[in-house]
């Protein structure tokens, strides 16, 4: 009967494990959220709704809520464009919507009564303000990753230009992996406080907790974000910061846009 219990609390203790584990999985994608209406501000349900990714080709579709909502979670980072029908309203599509790790982007979008072949085209906003969540965080796009300077090509470089961010007097830019560590302090956090993944997947040395496992190329880095202060329950395993990076993924197209809507 003992053996009995202790194998139970084995497998108990096991399951545990395996769960507190895959709950230490960071957010590497994001979501594109929205809201349709006519031109009075009303709502418009029942809407067909086309998501595709302009790098890619891929595309989702959905239909607006009774509310006029609708919503494309688990998205990777990079640019789409949202196209809209219903009958008795014209075609509108929101170009360059631009989605990052672990962000929420919404996109309102405004039909006006004619005819379905007609297209009303809108360019998203260059600037696109975070109104989902209080989380304090700053984006480094793939392309200042190998544009900007950096002494050794080392992408941890970048994170030292966060406001609120203090490197320790050992902090070496140049070397890597347990040669160095990254004695980086954000907003006051001890500087062995800070989670550091690649593509959702723990990153850290475990036991010092002050050096990184694996420095992609500067090359393959879609883009990374640094989450300082307010962030979800999603990321876990520190208190101090959350360096998200994701890899590319790669794609058809190259910075064009993709038109498949009646232009």
């Not at 709704?49 to 989702?60: C, D, E, F, P, Q």
């Not at 039909?111 to 480094?140: F, K, R």
């Not at 902090?171 to 993944?197: E, M, R």
Request: with cysteine; net charge neutral.
């Amino acid at each position: 009967m003992r053996a009995r219990n202790c194998g139970s609390l084995f497998a108990s203790l096991t399951l545990i494990l395996f769960l507190l584990t895959a709950a230490q999985a960071q957010k590497t994608t994001g979501t594109i959220t929205g809201t349709v209406t006519d031109a009075s501000g009303a709502v418009v349900p029942g809407a067909a709704v086309k998501l595709i990714n302009t790098a890619n080709g891929s595309s989702r579709s959905t239909t607006s809520s009774s509310q006029g909502d609708f919503s494309f979670p688990e998205l990777n980072a990079g640019t789409y464009s949202v196209g809209v029908s219903k009958p008795g309203f014209k075609q509108a599509v929101s170009h360059n919507v631009e989605l990052h790790v672990a962000d929420v982007t919404n996109v309102v979008v405004k039909m006006e009564v004619g005819s379905t072949e007609e297209t009303v085209t809108v360019e998203a906003n260059a600037i696109q303000v975070e109104t989902q969540s209080g989380a304090v965080g700053t984006v480094m796009l793939g392309q200042q990753v190998r544009e900007l300077p950096l002494n050794g090509r080392n992408f941890v470089q970048l994170t030292t230009l966060v406001p609120g961010a203090a490197v320790g007097e050992g902090f070496d830019n140049k070397n890597k992996g347990l040669l160095a560590g990254v004695d980086i302090s954000f907003s006051g956090a001890p500087s062995n406080a800070n989670q550091w993944t690649v593509d959702g997947a723990n990153n850290n040395d475990i036991g010092s907790q002050r050096t990184i496992l694996i420095y992609p190329s500067v090359d393959g880095i879609e883009e990374f974000k640094i989450l300082t202060n307010s962030y979800g329950p999603e990321f876990g395993g520190a208190g101090g910061a959350q360096i998200n990076l994701v890899t590319k993924g790669g794609g058809n197209v190259s910075r064009r846009r993709v038109f498949l809507w009646p232009q």
